[in-house]
């Protein structure tokens, strides 16, 4: 009889504790969701520093006044510690002169849509040259020297448009930038373009980070537009193309920046949930998507945590890492650092793939951190949130793993179909940014950092 | 023995099938998404719609340009059959005159950006009279005659940003464009503005259905800009404010006009399976969200089917209606002479949502056609369309249902976040849509209709 009683009474104990939690969350998640939608600030915030600040790129005068902005904006939301971290960073610039046209098999002159790759040298004056096309990266592998010697490559390789998630597609053809220079300049090409990385035929050229390799000599690199692209590939198919490149980047030392941080104190307050997104973008736009969403999805899920008057099992840190783009100093240097300190890094978060509409979180773990991820999902089946699953993680957290071997990764996965329209080019403004889906996303940042952090892992 | 042979004989045989039946179904749908993605035609039609015939309000001469412009199309696609069905439909127009503007406690003028109601009275020259502000509908309802007589009534009730589905913040306040003009007019108001249903703070009005009552009089009705309301309810705070309008706004005759259907017989050529959107639209922008991107789903659905050399099982029948925006005659007229012809109608699905990222289907219909529905939702995984369940149907095909009871009325689901950005406004523009969504959109539809078409649902 007792024992009935027990196995009676403990399950719907269990039962009514478990509907409790799960009512408390949908509560709460609610209002954080009325506090993104109808007192949200991400909005205002990501229009000042896309406007007030602009693009900045790591060591430009920009990134630095990108770093003061962030830290008054933080400090203006009262949180319990807001501080610089100091970093060294790479200082490359694109210059004053950026022009690129060709001249067809008549002599005509075609100006082109043009943006050095970043980290590219610069031409030293006009570099003219014979132009060669490669319809893919491979095909440029296979071609043999005397065929490419003194004359600039020109790598003509579309992001394949069938793959539906527009990041396989982007993966696809992401090794042709960043090697495109040193696979042209093994077979003695004077320099090197590229199609921009671009989903749609446009005019706007995409840049981003290129390499090169102590083996061979530097060449000049850069990417031209989507549709430059395809009337330059028509013009090399009717005749011999000519073109005419100036490229004045320069590569200064190493400058001072800052990782910006902001917290939340936790009752355990040396285990950290870090998540952020990185404060630096390239030259060109003004970074709106790559990364001013990110960053400020993640200041205004605190913002809504701090205002809910939320009280942190874990010390909930918001980071603005400084240098995602051209080496990941911002994310490495705070690894080792937190590290160092003692600190134990419980979970991080990312968010690095734009502002659209919010489709779910992924995590780089272990199959229990999956299923714990996946645990959350229910709650959200209101908030249209329904990828959970593998996955995850950013580039500036990423050296954690190093650090913390066992510390779960998370990714925040907005819709990616408009994502490489914007993807480092100047098309990537506050504009094209969309006020509800940014602060879905801020909203669906700031309940799975509620969820993380009240919900053991064990 | 014999049992057990038999036992695990047939499961394994039905297992085989279904495994091969999933197999085709998956390859099948590949080849539809790679046609849409590489080699569609969805979006060059949209921008031929949107940019050589632009906004097409029932009864208008850009509207008969619509129907003259879609017959080319569909025939030039070579489907088994193209007419037009002839249908009578209202014929309304805002005339060429339609300004607005207030004067402020300190006698200062502002312009509004103002569109009339479709199917408002005109003003007959200019109207003026003392402005009176209600902040929800409900206000107005409880008001007193004293209050408002001779006066024009602003409805400033925003759309509830809180509700994460836009479709239901834009049903709590459709009663307002559809009601005010009675309401305001049974409490002796001269003249109604609203507070535009769109979601964002812009400039854009954002115009639509209204309706008289034969009971009081007949009175102008406009809606102005969510930021013109904005600006105006702060002004009203300030002192009195005195409205003036004028609209040019004409009835005339019914006129003459059609839908437009396009046909791939079926095997069972006496059921149909009718898809389509709306080929009408307000007029203003150039109907690209609303519903141009519903129609050219439908079509380029069709045309991928054909493409692929599909061979149907029901016959495949897109329809462009006609005149859903203020009356759904084509609708209406289509049910009705589908029945009178003794037709089977076997299925029926709408795309009218707009041309953003698809995020799933959902049926009117009952648990069973809902199961079957659900029955497709694994082929989709990769595709990323998660939102399968109840709801769905459409304006036009809705009258189905009078005529075959049981008829599944399916409707195509996007993502409904920035449709409320462009609904009935002058930026619903082709600039406005995404080639990748709306590829991808046409890609689900068409998908979707083949599974229907192969799949018994007993």
């Known amino acids: 009889m007792r024992h009935l009683l027990l196995t009676l009474l403990f399950p719907s104990l269990f039962w009514a504790q478990k509907v409790q939690q799960i009512n408390n969350d949908s509560i709460f998640i609610r209002s954080v969701y009325d506090e993104a939608l109808l007192r949200g600030k991400a909005y205002e915030d990501l229009r000042e520093l896309c406007k007030n600040v602009g693009h900045r790129l790591t060591g430009s005068a920009e990134a630095a006044m990108a770093v003061k902005w962030s830290e008054e904006k933080m ?9 610089l971290q100091a970093i060294k960073v790479p200082h490359w610039e694109r210059g004053n002169t950026e022009s690129a046209w060709y001249t067809d098999s008549d002599g005509a002159l075609h100006k082109l849509h043009i943006l050095a790759l970043g980290g590219s040298i610069s031409t030293n004056g006009l570099l003219n040259a014979p132009l060669i096309e490669f319809k893919t990266f491979e095909s440029l592998k296979k071609a043999k020297r005397k065929d490419i010697e003194g004359k600039i490559v020109f790598i003509n390789q579309e992001m394949d448009a069938a793959q539906i998630q527009t990041f396989k597609a982007y993966g696809g053809c992401y090794p042709i930038r960043g090697e495109g220079a040193i696979e042209s300049s093994k077979l003695g090409a004077v320099g090197v373009i ?3 990385l671009g989903m749609p035929e446009d005019d706007f050229p995409h840049t981003g980070s290129m390499k090169y390799d102590s083996t061979v000599s530097k060449i000049p690199a850069a990417a031209i537009s989507t549709h430059d692209a395809e009337t330059l590939s028509k013009e090399i198919n009717k005749g011999k193309v000519k073109l005419y490149m100036e490229l004045d980047c320069r590569l200064f030392p190493d400058a001072d920046s800052y ?22 973008s390239w030259d060109t736009g003004e970074g709106a998507h790559d990364d001013g969403a990110g960053v400020i999805h993640c200041l205004e899920a605190l913002r809504i945590l701090k205002t809910l008057k939320y009280e942190p099992v874990h010390t909930l840190r918001v980071v603005f890492f400084m240098n995602e783009e051209n080496g990941n100093m911002g994310g ?73 071997p066992s510390i779960p990764l998370y990714g925040f996965i907005p819709d990616s179909q408009r994502y490489f329209d914007f993807h480092h080019a100047p098309s990537d403004v506050f504009e094209n940014v969309n006020k509800r889906e940014l602060e879905l996303g801020a909203a669906a940042i ?13």
Chains 1, 2 share one sequence.
């Open 75 to 83: 400090k203006s939301y009262g949180f319990d510690q807001v501080y």
């Open 194 to 196: 590229i199609r921009s």
């Open 259 to 280: 990782n910006v941080i902001a917290e939340m104190k936790g009752n355990k307050s040396n285990e950290i949930i870090t998540f952020g997104g990185h404060l630096d």
């Open 332 to 404: 490495k240097t705070y690894a080792s650092w937190s590290k160092n300190n003692g600190e134990i890094q419980y979970a991080a978060l990312e968010s690095d793939r734009g502002g659209f509409a919010p489709r779910g979180f992924g995590v780089d773990g272990n199959s229990e951190q999956v299923n714990h991820l996946k645990s959350f999902e229910s709650l959200f089946n209101t908030y249209d949130l329904d990828q959970w699953g593998k996955g995850g993680g950013g580039v500036d957290i990423g050296p954690l793993k190093d650090y913390f």
């Open 446 to 458: 700031s309940s799975f950092i509620y969820l993380i952090d009240t919900h053991p892992r064990d």
